[in-house]
């Protein structure tokens, strides 16, 4: 497979992360690379949601393979990694459902096995600045990569791509909140997906009020959960009593931490490792 687009990049900055809590229980969830440049330096981080991380004994990271500068579709490699918790860094607030793992270690890890993967990372230049977000107009199209339910092509790899639109504005904090709504199917092994408005052809400018040709691509935040609304069904028995039981049923609408939000965790990590190292304690 020749990886020419941006469309088909963006399947390549997924990563499947399968957990196993200290009760045996299994998850499936995702995962990104994320890429962020300070002082000439870039650092790649592998960023998901807290609660996907949160009590896990054992993960699995699925990769694919490369060979050079092509992905070996249908070659997987699975690392598997104890004391999952322990290497992610969380944001501080217990309200941001943001936690990342330095990836240049993983990475090496890999490459002494002998294995060379193929991925793509999202650049911390597609987090649209202040202006760029108030160019945005309350409903955009938004679409978003990973694994709802777990599901994903089992033959080749890859995750599945989603579509909806903004259900509240993008340059609104919701509830006060860096997070806002989108209208879309979420379903759980979403949580950790990268979302983007990723507009080819046309789009509306809401400046001029006319449509554009051209591209754009934004990179807004990580879905980390959905709406759930209870519900009541009925079990029928062949008893005189019918018991009631109580269901939730997802209601479609997911809570979008902000991009600033990833900027904020990798910022406080990149804190804590200066004033943790020796050079700086040294004065």
């Known amino acids: 497979m020749e990886v020419s687009s941006i469309a088909e990049e963006l399947l390549f900055t997924v990563i499947r992360i399968e957990t ?27 960023v998901t949601c807290k609660h996907l991380i949160n009590e896990v004994k054992e993960g699995t990271l699925t990769f694919i393979k490369s060979s050079g500068q092509k992905p070996l579709l249908g070659e997987s490699y ?38 060379q993967v ?19 107009d309350a409903v ?18 890859i995750p599945v791509v989603r579509k909806g639109i903004t259900a509240t504005p993008v340059f609104l904090d919701f509830k006060g909140e860096k997070q806002f709504l989108i209208d879309a199917s979420v379903f759980p092994g979403s949580s950790g997906s990268p979302v983007f408005i990723h507009d080819k052809g046309i789009y509306w400018d809401k400046k001029s009020g006319s449509t554009v040709v051209g591209h754009r691509i934004f990179f807004l935040g990580m879905l980390s959960a959905v709406f759930k609304m209870p519900d009541t069904g009925e079990i029928i028995l ?6 009631v039981i109580r269901i939730s049923q997802l209601v479609d609408i997911g809570v979008v931490f902000k991009a600033e939000t990833i900027l904020e965790t990798i910022k406080e990590f990149l804190e804590k490792v200066k004033n943790a190292s020796p050079s700086h304690n040294s004065g």
Do not use: C, M
């Open 238 to 243: 062949p008893t005189e009593r019918t018991p």
């Open 78 to 115: 699975r690392l598997r990694i104890e004391n999952f918790e322990n290497g992610w860094f969380k944001h501080e607030s217990e309200n941001i459902d943001v936690a990342i793992l330095p990836f240049v270690p993983v990475l090496n890890h890999i490459l002494n096995q002998g294995v």
């Open 140 to 157: 955009e199209d938004v679409l978003f990569i990973g694994y709802p339910i777990g599901l994903w092509d089992p033959k080749n790899f």
């Open 118 to 136: 193929f991925f793509k990372s999202i650049p911390d230049n597609l987090i649209p600045k202040d202006e760029k977000l108030k160019e945005l």
């Open 20 to 46: 196993t809590d200290s009760e045996g229980k299994q998850k499936v969830g995702t995962g990104f690379i994320f890429s962020y440049e300070l002082e000439d330096k870039r650092y790649l981080f592998l």
